[in-house]
């Protein structure tokens, strides 16, 4: 599927011209444009702007905005702050979004953001907010004559002394954006042609465009010899067969490195264990881990990430069919244990139970960190606001929290007790089971399962450092994400990119 939509165009100024609509980000109560900062602006137009302000027609608060399009000067769009002393990165951010989705014809395709008297980090913050709420999803609508899809080119200016800084930062949030939208497209493709083999061809694909990175596929019939009973268990009753798709970036630089694990459920029905009807279509989000993963693969080329990093994806498409598995059947993993499945729709575990430990035993991690929409469960813990974060390393776990924090996309620390995991590991018939004995802690009963398919360092008895991000609730469907109209969210794209970069 081919990508559309680029990012939006963003170009830090040295000069003071306006082109375009002026785009006036103001702290809350502002009675005049900040001193220092009307340069450049047609004196009718910074007129009107003081006579809103000084009325408080216009009164700057977070997520407001308005527009002025009667002088001759130009026209400008206000955008409030909300107050100095609260400002964080994420309300600079939502600031900046607010700037595209405010975006109407009458403010044409120019804009010039205007900052004075910013600090660094929020000027960058506001842009990056501005380059990530400019996506839409249209790739299946007819394309109407009259409507102009062109890009957006937003000229930024501040003081000359910050220049430099802010077009280099805004330079990697363009960079890791394209990775955003692509987690994007992916979670938005409709499931009839987002297939196992259809991702695995895009990722192909992107193999070949790219010189540092490998693109290795474990095909249907090399997952069954391989032994991989979970990836083949879940996707064995579809006609779109599942497989495994192993990215590997700048491979040529030795040494364990960080290794990402999505599932990549395209469609999950439920199999034989089926779900209820209302609202099924949204599980083709159920592959939101492979896009993700596939994303942060595009955010590091795209950012010129030197070092080496691993993402692998575990495709398969869950149907109930004369050939898919029921609920009582017993697999064997790849990593040679036995799993009863009680629930044929607790299947995300089982393609990520290969993939873990083929991760662990084949690809040399530094750490390895998966990502899932694995249960409804952590919703109901979380709601849309927070991604759930189980991890067997605390250090890790502590480095995620916070590279989640900066970036605006949280995730929230979830128990791993030993319960859980004897929870998982009494059937008995097999040795650990898909479904938890009751319904209760039923995200943490999956991240328990999950911790039994990491293998341990070396010869040592203890496991690879390992998190588990439970994305259900944070993939779509948050309203309170504000740097999202719709749909997916490519999250965690940012929160990986700045944990293994620090950008
Ligand atoms: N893909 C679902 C989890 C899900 C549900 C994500 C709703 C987002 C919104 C997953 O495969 C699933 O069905 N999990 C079951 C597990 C249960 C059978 C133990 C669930 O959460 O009900
Ligand atoms: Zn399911
Ligand atoms: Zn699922």
């Not at 491979?251 to 034989?272: E, L, M, W, Y």
Request: net charge negative; glycine share 10%; aromatic share 6%.
């Amino acid at each position: 599927m081919p990508r559309l939509g680029e990012a939006m165009q963003v170009m830090v100024n040295t000069n003071e011209n306006i082109n375009g609509t002026l785009v006036l980000p103001l702290w809350q109560d502002s009675k005049n444009m900040v001193s220092g900062s009307e340069s450049g602006v047609p004196r009718s137009l910074k007129n009107q702007i003081e006579t809103v302000l000084v009325d408080g027609d216009f009164k700057c608060k977070s997520g407001s905005a308005m527009t002025l399009a009667g002088t001759e000067g130009g026209k400008a769009l206000l955008i409030g702050l909300g107050k100095e002393k609260d400002a964080t990165l994420q309300s600079m951010r939502e600031a900046g979004a607010k700037v595209t989705s405010s975006l109407k014809k009458i403010h044409g395709k120019t804009l010039t953001v205007k900052f004075h008297g910013l600090e660094d980090s929020h000027m960058a913050a506001f842009v990056e907010g501005m380059i990530l709420r400019d996506y839409s999803y249209d790739h299946y609508k007819a394309k109407d004559e009259e409507s102009d899809d062109s890009e957006i080119t937003a000229h930024v200016t501040c003081e000359v002394e910050k220049n430099e800084t802010l077009a280099k930062a805004a330079e990697i949030s363009s960079a890791v954006a394209t990775g955003v939208y692509l987690a994007r497209d992916l979670g938005n493709a409709p499931p009839n042609d987002m297939y196992p083999m259809a991702f695995a061809e895009q990722a192909r694909e992107f193999g070949r465009e790219h010189d540092n990175v490998d693109v290795k596929i474990i095909n249907y019939d090399e997952a069954r010899s391989l032994g991989m009973g979970g990836l083949v268990g879940v996707g064995m009753g579809s006609f779109r067969k599942p497989c495994m798709v192993i990215f590997e970036i700048n491979g040529d630089k030795p040494g364990p490195s960080p290794c990402i694990v999505g599932k990549g459920i395209t469609f999950d029905t439920g199999g034989i264990s089926i779900k209820p009807s209302p609202s099924m279509d949204e599980m083709k989000y159920d592959m939101h881990g492979s896009a993700t993963t596939f994303g942060l693969m595009q955010a590091l080329v795209a950012s010129g990430h030197k070092d080496r990093v691993i993402g692998v994806t575990c495709m398969a498409e869950n149907m109930p069919s004369s050939n898919a598995q029921r609920p009582g059947d017993v697999i064997t993993t790849y990593s040679g244990k036995t799993v009863e499945v009680l629930n044929t729709d607790a299947e995300g575990r089982l393609v990520l139970s290969d993939g873990l430990w083929y991760t662990g035993t084949e690809l040399d991690p530094s750490y390895i960190i998966d990502l899932a929409t694995l249960t409804g469960a952590c919703v109901v813990a979380l709601g849309h606001e927070a991604s759930g974060l189980w991890s067997n390393n605390d250090e890790l776990l502590n480095n995620i929290k916070e590279a989640g924090e900066h970036c605006g996309e949280i995730a929230w620390p979830m128990p791993l007790f030993k319960a859980f995991e004897k929870e998982m590991t009494d059937s008995k018939i097999a040795d650990v089971r898909n479904l938890g004995a009751g319904r209760y802690g039923g995200s943490n009963t999956a991240a328990a399962f999950l911790k039994q398919f990491i293998p341990n360092m070396g010869d040592s008895d203890e496991q690879i450092p390992w998190a588990h991000l439970d994305i259900a609730g944070t993939a779509w469907g948050a309203k309170s994400n504000k740097m999202v109209k719709t749909g997916a969210t490519g999250i965690h794209v940012r929160t990986l990119h700045h944990l293994i970069t620090g950008q």
